[in-house]
């Protein structure tokens, strides 16, 4: 199992947006030097716990100011942007990049940001299996043309394609037993959520056994299944408790995030939400106040977070690796970390749990 960093800008009291700007590009540069495999970027808007509201033009930055680790779009909400200019900024990337892109998309969760961009948030489903098919077309390097209920594009051929006419590989952010299943189905790379170990064992099965009975050889799905990744945020502190008090921050932040983000979108009180159950499988919740809906998001944020002293990381991250997760896309840091505290923390997590997967 390979270590990745996620990124996305965030803001609190006392920080600004250049200072949160410089700490994005920092975090870049540190991890094409360190020995990331990985560099991956969040899509949110009108947020300010991971500000990203222009994906691919941070990606180009990131292509420019690093040399050797690969960039990847985690996740492009695809039902927000029209398939072919995302397509055509994508191949850009790769262009720019000399072949290091990597694209993932998904369906997104906010219906504020549906709403400000005049998508039916219903149809989400809908709008990302167009705009799956839809990439691969535009992306293949050859002339094509689609029509689809949602898009209908004449013959047409983006210009430049992807460096030097490579496969970009395509990732699908994934959550239930549902949408890995629809992964599989789709024979797209499943970037695995905020699952427990258990959970994440069960999806990768289901995943598997899909593969097999659609045709794949055992070691192609090996060799597939090594391409999964699974988000995770990792916060290392001098003690566990330290770690866990940045963390529990960190979660109740993100949770309060999303209950200002519902109710600009005109929820004036706690709406039924999907979640998951134990078993990973969706269900219909009818929170009955605020403040269990918001402790119902810090508690998914919770489930996703390993955090302690690095000794404690290490252990939980090799946990993971059972599961059988190819990669991760850790985010590092929290709420009101001073950026020196944080790239200190970085510093210890390059120096000595790094080395131990990324050899």
Known sequence: MELGMQTGAAVWPGLSYEEAVDQLSWQARFADAAGFTRLWLVEHHFVEFAMAGAPSTILAHYASITQRITIGYAVAVAPLHHPVRLAEEAAWIDQLSKGRLMLGIGPGFSPLEYGVFGVPVERKREYLAEALQILRLALSGQPFHYAGEIWKIPPIQIHPGPYRGRTIPLYLATSSHESVARAAHWDVTPLLGFRPLAVLK?????????????????????RKQREIGVLRRVVVGRTDAEARAIAEAGSLQFAEAIRRLNTAAGEQAPQPFEALGPDGRRVLVQPTSEEEQRARSAQNAAAGTIAGTKEHVIEQLFALAETGVGHVLAGFGGRGVPHREARAALEVVASDILPLFNR
């Open 202 to 222: 069960d999806q990768i099965a289901l995943w598997r056994s899909i593969r097999a009975e659609l045709g794949d050889t055992p070691a192609e799905i090996d």
